[in-house]
């Protein structure tokens, strides 16, 4: 069965300071990644996402994620972050064969303290 | 930019009551979704709807939930008997072809609470 797992459902951490936010995936078929933020009482939006080639993959408001095959991974990271980044990331996959549904993990809470 | 709009934002209903949720997908757009997200709880999919049709639908999804296209911009869900398990928060979203490399734009969400 395909799954998304995100290990921490709450990150603390002090403003500039690095962060990194883990997902992993299973499937027996290929996929597309996806990191969603989601701000207080709004939608979700799009953060980056992985198609295909580089595995490195940038996203807006300085966050990046690598793609990691061999341990079925997708970890997001930004290497200062601010107060404004405080909010729900959720990691997403979709499968390729024609699912159009993305599956998303549990989501981790991102609060970033002066 | 062209977002996607819902409404109502909230929703207070008597359990057994219908509820219609109402969603405008970008303009341009062929897939619409509908996901919810249970306070505390994973975004799930609930369905997904192309060329007025349901494409795709979760266990989740069940004879009390409909979906529909009543005219070239709404899409809307019903839930016929609302239960207390169906507070949640109700996420639409469009993208523009339905191909798995696509970003799903997600409106703000409709909070429903059932009592």
């Known amino acids: 069965a395909q799954s998304v797992t995100q290990l921490d459902s709450q990150v603390p951490v002090f403003e500039e300071a690095p962060v990194e936010l883990r997902c992993n995936y299973s499937?027996?078929?290929?996929?597309?990644l996806f990191w969603y933020v989601q701000y207080p009482n709004q939608g979700l939006q799009l953060l980056l996402k992985?198609?295909?080639?580089?595995?490195l993959v940038k996203g807006i408001n300085g966050f990046e994620a690598e793609f990691n095959k061999s341990q079925t991974s997708f970890h997001l990271r930004k290497p200062s972050v601010h107060i404004s980044d405080t909010a729900e990331y959720f990691c997403?996959?979709?499968?390729?064969?024609?699912?159009?549904?993305?599956?998303f993990g549990a989501g981790t809470r991102l609060a970033v303290h002066p | 930019e062209p977002e996607v709009t819902q409404t109502p934002s909230h929703q207070v209903t008597q359990m057994g009551q219908e509820v219609i949720l109402r969603c405008v997908p970008i303009s341009n757009h062929l897939y619409f979704y509908w996901y919810r997200q249970i306070l505390g709880q994973k975004v799930e999919f609930l369905v997904s709807?192309?060329?007025?049709?349901?494409?795709?639908k979760s266990e989740i999804f069940d004879d009390q939930f409909s979906v529909e296209r009543p005219d070239g911009s709404n899409f809307t869900l019903k839930i016929r008997s609302t239960k207390l398990e169906d507070s949640a928060m109700y996420f639409c979203a469009s993208e523009p072809r339905g191909q798995p490399q696509e970003t799903q734009y997600f409106g703000p969400g409709t909070r429903l609470l059932v009592l």
């Open positions: 997403a996959v979709r499968f390729s064969g024609g699912y159009n549904k993305l599956i």
């Open positions: 709807f192309y060329n007025n049709e349901i494409s795709e």
């Open positions: 992985y198609l295909s080639g580089s595995t």
């Open positions: 499937s027996s078929v290929s996929v597309y």
